[in-house]
């Protein structure tokens, strides 16, 4: 209508005026139009042969690995690995695609601005057991209220070398996950029984406790506290919360204590041996260590 010529003017009337008379926005119509373009697009069949598996065909599939899967917030990328694992090959961005238009992308965030980073190295490691990332976080159960859930992960596989739960997040508990992790990869706790790792953890009272601090010096380990509100310098950790978040904690309920604990090793060993991590080819963090020690061998 906005195209339309007038009768008295002999000019169109223009998207502002009609818009003004019909009492419209013109963000609005902007938007249904990008709605009707969308719809179009979605419609129109992809250039270039089909390939070996119709997009509908396909779509079906990645429903089945979604389903399948016993995590939550996988994107395309591991959609991809898993449909390739099942004999299925296609291209990243096909499936990328069909996920965006039948609303299967993995939610996300929407980031911040941040200021200038506060380092510029990294905090991966290449071999296993030379650093350690613990953090701590919290949860509810029906009998025992708030509880403490505390982690250590890996920073060369991003393996969890140790969980734990407890009513209380004191300088004591925190200890627990190093303490599983020393007991169970570096052949038992004594004293400098871990010389040469890093542990890598944030500014929590806990943490920072002379009783923690000297556990860590009893074992041989040095401290590694990563930058004050830089949360990105214990990642490897706060990555492992967030998907223990949203794959066992803000979806299951427990009773108390014992049964969350019990839930976190069960959740812990499934991690380490389904989990899959582009970064290392897709292996799971069990794979991935092995991988490393292997490298470390030949090296040798």
């Known amino acids: 209508m906005s195209q339309q010529v007038s009768a008295s003017s002999h000019k169109p009337y223009g998207l502002q005026r009609v818009c003004r008379v019909l009492e419209i926005s013109r963000s609005g119509l902007y938007a249904w139009r990008q709605r009707l373009q969308r719809q179009e697009s979605h419609q129109r069949r992809r250039p270039g ?21 016993p995590f939550h917030g996988e994107g395309y990328r591991k959609v991809w690995a898993r449909l390739r694992f099942g004999g299925l090959r296609t291209s990243k961005e096909r499936v990328r695609r069909l996920m965006r238009e039948h609303g299967m992308q993995a939610p996300h965030r929407v980031g911040r601005r941040r200021g200038p980073v506060a380092h510029d190295g990294t905090i ?6 030379q650093m350690w990332g613990t953090d701590m976080s919290t949860t509810v159960t029906v009998q025992d209220d708030q509880v403490a859930v505390m982690v250590a992960v890996d920073h060369c596989s991003l ?52 009783a923690f601090q000297g556990e860590l010096k009893f074992l041989g380990i040095d401290s590694s506290p990563a930058f004050i509100r830089e949360p ?26 014992e049964e969350l604990r019990q839930a976190l090793i069960e959740f812990k060993r499934q991690y380490n041996e389904t989990w899959i991590l582009q970064r290392h080819g897709y292996l799971t963090p069990r794979q991935a260590a092995e991988a490393a020690i292997r490298r470390l061998a030949e090296a040798a």
């Open 49 to 69: 042969p089909e390939g070996p598996c119709s997009d509908q065909r396909l779509v079906a599939k990645i429903r089945q690995v979604l389903a399948n899967s």
């Open 124 to 129: 991966i490691t290449q071999v296993p057991d």
């Open 232 to 257: 990105q310098g214990n990642g490897c950790a706060e990555r492992f919360i967030r998907i223990l978040k949203e794959n066992l904690l803000w979806v299951h309920t427990f009773a108390n204590v």
């Open 159 to 210: 393996e969890c070398v140790g969980i734990h739960a407890a009513k209380s997040g004191n300088r004591y508990e925190a200890l627990e996950p190093i303490r599983q992790a020393v007991s169970e990869r570096l052949g038992g706790f004594s004293k400098d029984a871990a010389t040469g790792l890093s542990v890598r953890h944030d500014h929590g009272s806990a943490y920072l406790s002379e």
